[in-house]
T-cell receptor
């Protein structure tokens, strides 16, 4: 069961790059790594997903080392609007049951002016 | 409007009463989910459904009942509400159960208070 470990909270100044690392030592061969973002009083929103190496989209980059036991979400030049909770999930979906997908408590990112 | 909606957005009820939270999605997604979110616990899966008439338990199913007679609706019922069920409830849907392309789309949430 590939549960994840993330820092509880992080602070960053506006304009800086933020890297949030997630540990998932028990990741399985078929597992993907997915990150969600949640603003206060809203449901989570999908940010990015990857399997290995690097994935980049208009919002973020996801770096996954060769052993896949961790991953790093990178947010370039954060703004105040990036203040949110970020969740790292590891799993192969729910074809074999939803118990392999856990949101956990996430990382609370606070962007400071 | 297209998307995923939840109703009511806010609900106050009393201990022992039955409460039903509604979830409706317009994408015809196969998968639907119910989560609860509490301080210190993050998001926890209550029940999920792979298709109409197919449901299964998540991490914290006790005290909850679900049904899915139509693809677009996935109601969650608290048969006898308890104070410990005071929480924010999120419904979500997903097109696929595959490892990739399993992005979940979340509703706006229902804030339930049980007195």
């Amino acid at each position: 069961l590939a549960k994840t470990t993330q820092p509880v909270s992080m602070d960053s100044y506006e304009g800086q790059e933020v890297n949030i690392t997630c540990s998932h030592n028990n990741i399985a061969t078929n597992d993907y790594i997915t990150w969600y973002q949640q603003f206060p009083s809203q449901g989570p929103r999908f940010i990015i997903q990857g399997y290995k190496t690097k994935v980049t989209n208009e919002v973020a980059s996801l770096f996954i080392p060769a052993d896949r036991k961790s991953s790093t979400l990178s947010l370039p030049r954060v703004s105040l609007s990036d203040t949110a909770v970020y969740y790292c999930l590891v799993g192969d979906g729910w074809r074999t049951g939803a118990n392999n997908l856990f949101f956990g408590t996430g990382t609370r990112l606070t962007v400071i002016p | 409007d297209a998307g995923i909606t939840q109703s009511p957005r806010y609900k106050i009820t009393e201990t022992g009463r039955q409460v039903t939270l509604m979830c409706h999605q317009t994408w015809s997604h196969s998968y639907m989910f119910w989560y609860r979110q509490d301080l210190g616990h993050g998001l926890r899966l209550i029940y999920y459904s792979a298709a109409a008439d197919i449901t299964d338990k998540g991490e914290v199913p006790d005290g909850y009942v679900v049904s899915r007679s139509k693809t677009e609706n996935f109601p969650l019922t608290l048969e006898s509400a308890t104070r410990s069920q005071t929480s924010v409830y999120f419904c979500a849907s997903s097109e696929s159960g595959q490892g990739a392309l399993n992005e979940q789309f979340f509703g706006p949430g229902t804030r339930l208070t049980v007195l």
